[in-house]
Nanobody, 123 residues
Framework: QVRLVESGGGLVQAGGSLRLSCAAS????????MGWFRQAPGLEREFVAS????????YYGDSVKGRFTISRDNAKNTVYLQMHSLKPEDTAVYYC????????????????WGQGTQVTVSS
């Protein structure tokens, strides 16, 4: 099992920045990739970004390209999501996820999930 704990959410004004962190523990050697998803009320869970644990290749959803950056610190078993130029439509609960087999934009390809952290962007 892998346990994921997110932190760093909060309230920010439009145009501001936030950095989310996700610390992994447990059987972290089984992680192939990690990703961030978000879900706003009444909407489906949306892919934000993912990163391969080995090699560090990154992938982004179209709505966040050029504004968000995903990175990882293998020594700390932590993945980060740096968010800039935040917009009110970025408001959502942000979830960290880990996959044992794939780097994917699909939530069903991820095996482990964190509890989520709220990000609220005011206009």
């Amino acid at each position: 099992q892998v346990r994921l704990v997110e932190s760093g959410g909060g309230l920010v004004q439009a145009g501001g920045s936030l950095r989310l962190s996700c610390a992994a523990s447990g059987r972290t050697f089984t992680i192939y990739s990690m990703g961030w998803f978000r879900q706003a009320p009444g909407l489906e869970r949306e892919f934000v970004a993912s990163i391969k644990w080995s090699g560090g290749s990154t992938y982004y959803g179209d709505s966040v390209k050029g504004r968000f950056t995903i990175s990882r610190d293998n020594a700390k078993n932590t993945v980060y999501l740096q968010m800039h130029s935040l917009k009110p439509e970025d408001t959502a609960v942000y979830y960290c996820a880990a996959s044992r087999y794939a780097t994917s934009e699909k939530a069903r390809d991820y095996d482990y999930w964190g509890q989520g952290t709220q990000v609220t962007v005011s206009s």
